[in-house]
């Protein structure tokens, strides 16, 4: 009993992180809605740019963002580049690395913006049946998150880069099916 409070409060903690760095307002976070989002949140951007190094491997990129650096360097507008981002079907899904190189390379930061915008996603694991349920139905009460779900596989089954933990490796030891929940940021 004591290490299945000890996973639920992991999972508990791990969602509320995860809600946070993705900017879910305070008022969705809690689980009685007693908190509100008082003040926006302010953000500082860097004076300049620092230097790009030179001869620094590029990171790992999502074909999608791939495509926005080749645009880029095509020499396509700032506007086209949010466009295209915000219509097409390609995932981006950046990471502080990719961010910093596209700062490097001189990416306005509308376009950064709008990639981290469109391709806002929440994920979400437990094998904790009730946890599941509980999450799902202030997900999808949500105005700001949608559901991406199309059919039972896609709650069943892990995403392609799911990384496994210990969690997740006791769980399939001991039978306990997991629920993996993908909401995107409307």
Same mark, same amino acid.
């Given at each position: 009993?004591?290490?299945?409070? +000890?996973?639920?409060? %992991?999972?508990?903690? =791990? &969602? *509320? %992180?995860?809600?946070? +760095?993705?900017?879910?307002?305070?008022?969705? *976070?809690?689980?009685?809605?007693? &908190?509100?989002?008082?003040?926006?949140?302010?953000?500082?951007?860097?004076?300049?740019?620092?230097?790009?190094?030179?001869?620094? !491997?590029? !990171?790992?990129?999502?074909?999608?963002?791939?495509?926005?650096?080749?645009?880029?360097?095509?020499?396509?507008?700032?506007?086209? &580049?949010? =466009?295209?981002?915000?219509?097409?079907? &390609?995932?981006?899904?950046?990471?502080?690395?990719?961010? %910093?190189?596209?700062?490097?390379?001189?990416?306005?930061?509308?376009?950064?913006?709008?990639?981290?915008?469109?391709?806002?996603?929440?994920?979400?694991?437990?094998?904790?049946?009730?946890?599941?349920?509980?999450?799902?139905?202030?997900?999808?009460?949500?105005?700001?998150?949608?559901?991406?779900?199309?059919?039972?596989?896609?709650?069943?089954?892990?995403?392609?880069?799911?990384?496994?933990?210990?969690?997740?490796?006791?769980?399939?030891?001991?039978?306990? =099916? =997991?629920?993996?929940?993908?909401?995107?940021?409307?």
């Amino acid at each position: 009993m004591k290490e299945h409070a +000890s996973v639920h409060w %992991i999972s508990l903690i =791990s &969602l *509320a %992180i995860a809600a946070v +760095s993705i900017g879910v307002p305070c008022h969705l *976070a809690a689980a009685d809605g007693t &908190l509100t989002n008082s003040a926006p949140a302010t953000v500082t951007t860097p004076a300049a740019a620092p230097a790009a190094t030179v001869g620094a !491997p590029a !990171p790992a990129l999502a074909f999608g963002v791939a495509e926005v650096v080749k645009m880029y360097q095509g020499g396509i507008s700032k506007d086209v &580049l949010v =466009s295209y981002i915000e219509n097409t079907v &390609l995932p981006f899904h950046l990471n502080a690395d990719g961010i %910093i190189y596209l700062q490097h390379l001189g990416m306005p930061q509308e376009v950064t913006a709008a990639l981290i915008r469109r391709d806002g996603e929440l994920r979400f694991v437990t094998d904790i049946a009730d946890y599941a349920a509980w999450t799902l139905q202030r997900f999808i009460r949500s105005t700001e998150f949608e559901w991406t779900a199309q059919c039972a596989d896609d709650w069943r089954t892990a995403w392609p880069d799911f990384t496994r933990t210990r969690y997740h490796a006791k769980a399939a030891r001991e039978d306990r =099916s =997991s629920c993996f929940l993908i909401f995107r940021r409307l």
